[in-house]
């Protein structure tokens, strides 16, 4: 079968598993260090796709052409961190309180996006092995 990560919709379903693994990793760190002094927990951005206010756009994705300058317009990027697949890690403002040693985690909060994160990359696995199936299924109908 040829590469399926050249189809769009295996490349997307592919690059939001690999956000969601960064995420997870960015989780892992918060918690690990909820007892670190002056920790803020950090969060990661979103990969264009999925928000389209990311520094690419849409359109340079998905290679989709526009009418005017301002359609799917980008923000300028940052200078933060970012993971080795390119999604970039930020320090949000806190929300709440920071405890008496100016940490930041609030370990629930973490636990809740961990369990986000791991139903949409379940979400994503389906959603990749069903095109895959769709796809192999009419392969064999036209081959077979």
Do not use: C, W
């Not at 598993?17 to 960015?26: F, G, N």
């Not at 403002?93 to 629930?108: C, F, R, Y």
């Not at 791991?118 to 696995?125: A, W």
């Amino acid at each position: 079968m040829a590469d399926l990560r050249n189809l769009t919709v295996f490349n997307m379903a592919g690059r939001n598993m690999q956000y969601l693994s960064a995420k997870q990793r960015v989780i892992a760190q918060n918690i690990a260090n909820a007892s670190t002094p002056k920790y803020l927990a950090r969060d990661i951005e979103e990969p264009a796709f999925l928000n389209a206010s990311a520094a690419k756009s849409i359109t340079q994705i998905m290679g989709l052409k526009t009418t005017h300058a301002k359609h799917y317009a980008t923000l300028k990027s940052e200078a933060d961190k970012t993971t080795s697949a390119g999604f970039r890690v930020y320090t949000p403002s806190p929300k709440e309180a920071l405890t008496i040693d100016g940490n930041g985690v609030i370990i629930e909060d973490q636990v809740n996006e961990a369990s986000k994160a791991s139903s949409e990359y379940k979400k994503m696995i389906t959603i990749y092995n069903s095109y895959k199936n769709m796809l192999s299924t009419a392969n064999t109908k036209i081959n077979g």
